[in-house]
């Protein structure tokens, strides 16, 4: 089945710094779907990037899709307390959905 | 629209008891998906479902039986619990099949076997 590694597992930043998450795949995808899951909470979407090399933001989160298609990133300008949670990428075959292994978001007020 | 609702959300289970989790949609949505969340780790496809009738298997099917006699309803049947199926449940829906769907869950079933 796919692959798909996220980095890093877990991120502790202080309010107001950045974050990034960084998603690859061996193979190349036909897209990339970001999820947030707040602490025991459900996966909700954040967004879908199917063309290479698109960038997407959505307020403070910036979301890259590669050149090549085989990675992705999300990245969080200025953190705030509401942006805690686990950050997912997962890659969409039509048929079944491949999640990474998430990030894991602290943000120290 | 309720969404995604997920039946129990917290079950306790003794080695080798059976359960059936719930998952109902009522947004008409065609597939229909169980996945497994481990402490610190993404998700695991279990079963999926592209339609009333029509399952099949994800990436960790063992010990887990599914079945969807109607589009809304989608349950997933433990036969003998196992502490390795100690988990999170997340059960969810999809409009059609196709890269631009994305994927709405249910609340979850935390299960724990003793």
């Known amino acids: 089945g796919q692959q798909v590694m996220q980095i890093p597992q877990y991120q502790h930043v202080q309010e107001g710094e950045d974050f990034t998450t960084y998603c690859n795949s061996s193979t190349t995808l036909s897209n990339i779907q970001w999820y947030k899951q707040r602490p025991g909470g459900h996966p909700v979407f954040l967004i879908q990037?199917?063309?290479?090399?698109e960038v997407k933001k959505q307020k403070r989160l910036t979301f890259q899709f590669g050149e090549a298609k085989k990675n992705s990133s999300l990245h969080i300008t200025a953190t705030q307390t509401t942006d805690v949670g686990t950050y997912f990428c997962a890659a969409n075959t039509g048929n079944q959905f491949y999640f990474g292994t998430g990030t894991s978001l602290t943000v120290i007020p | 629209n309720a969404g995604v609702t997920q039946t129990p959300k917290f079950r306790i289970l003794k080695i080798g008891q059976s359960m059936t989790l719930q998952c109902a949609q009522d947004?008409?949505?065609?597939?229909m998906y169980w996945y497994r969340q481990d402490p610190g780790m993404g998700l695991k496809l279990i079963y999926y479902s592209v339609g009333a009738g029509i399952t099949d298997k994800g990436e960790v099917p063992n010990g887990y039986n599914v079945s969807r006699s109607t589009t809304e309803d989608f349950p997933l049947r433990l036969e003998l619990a196992a502490p390795s199926q100690t988990s999170v449940y997340f059960c969810?829906?999809?409009?059609?099949?196709?890269?631009?769907?994305?994927?709405?869950f249910g609340p979850g079933t935390r299960l724990l076997v003793l």
């Open positions: 947004m008409n949505h065609n597939y």
């Open positions: 969810a829906s999809t409009r059609g099949q196709g890269i631009l769907e994305t994927q709405y």
């Open positions: 990037l199917v063309k290479s090399g």
